[in-house]
């Protein structure tokens, strides 16, 4: 079982940044592939990028490429999204996600689910 809370949502004016975070519980965080998600309101929840259990791999969606990185300390059970020149288009709720998988792009690849925080870009 894994547990999964995000931090580090908020409000932030079109070209700046944020990083999020989603701490982890359990002791087996670093066997686990990890992945972020977002769902803005009227839309489906939809991909943003993943990274595999060692950070070896990484794979992002089109629509951030080049913008946003995810990265992971498994000796802190957290993962991270640096995003960076955001757009009033990466306003969405988002989600870290865990799975069994080395990595996925599809909501059914993940396992566990955190709650989501709120990112708001302003424009």
């Known amino acids: 079982q894994v547990q999964l809370v995000e931090s580090g949502g908020g409000l932030v004016q079109a070209g700046g940044s944020l990083r999020l975070s989603c701490a982890a519980s359990g002791r087996t965080f670093s066997s686990y592939g990890m992945g972020w998600f977002r769902q803005a309101p009227g839309k489906e929840r939809e991909f943003v990028a993943a990274i595999t259990w060692s950070g070896g791999n990484t794979q992002y969606a089109d629509s951030v490429k080049g913008r946003f990185t995810i990265s992971r300390d498994n000796a802190k059970n957290t993962v991270y999204l640096q995003m960076n020149s955001m757009k009033p288009e990466d306003t969405a709720v988002y989600y870290c996600?865990?799975?069994?998988?080395?990595?996925?792009?599809?909501?059914?690849?993940?396992?566990?689910w955190g709650q989501g925080t709120q990112v708001t870009v302003s424009s």
């Open positions: 996600a865990a799975t069994r998988d080395p990595y996925g792009s599809r909501r059914l690849d993940y396992d566990y």
